[in-house]
């Protein structure tokens, strides 16, 4: 499929060939689901801690004798129908990350990507070169673009872009080997330079060549 190249003014100056089995790929929202939440489950931080009936103080000694009372035997004030006792089944600290396979992170890519295209939200741009950093300047070529809030990338070697974006509150930049589900879908607009598409291409049907070569050897 062709897709636009436009300059930072949003003029159209050229066009770009680009695989369908990354920028237009049939959208399949189950994808999407699975890997924006191991994204966000890999995000949390796990360290929530509920003290149990070993860790909480005191319960050195047996509270009463056993018989005589008329009270429950009891022989702990460290147990949980204390107060102050300890919690039962509480949470501990633990890692809610979990892996996706491969092929599936990339094939949400795709999905992502071409729901972008889709949309005509997507903007293929032919550089994006600052002189310094320029937060200001980079607002107002998103803006022209008619992407105020969107995903930005290009190599890692422009650092002067990155250091741009940085403290826009709305728009974010990654490298190509950066770019993900989440991030797409958390943003309305998705700006890529020509050489940062090839190097998406790249990235994304590796997986889908290597799925293929695995086919032919079984």
Known sequence: MQIDIVNIEGQKVGSLEVADAVFGAEVKEHLLWEVVKAQRAARRAGTHSTKTRANVRGGGKKPFKQKGTG???QGSNRAPNHVGGGKVFGPHPRDYSYTV???????????????????????VLDQLAFDAPRTKRLAGILKALGVPSAVVVDGKANLRLSMSARNLPDSKYLPPEGLNV????????LVITADAVRQIEARVQSTFTDVAAAAEGA
């Open 71 to 73: 009270n429950a035997r």
């Open 101 to 123: 396979p491969k092929k599936v992170r990339r094939a949400a890519l795709a999905c992502a990507l071409s729901l972008r295209a889709q949309e005509k939200k997507l903007v």
């Open 182 to 189: 989440y991030d797409i879908l958390d943003h309305p607009g």
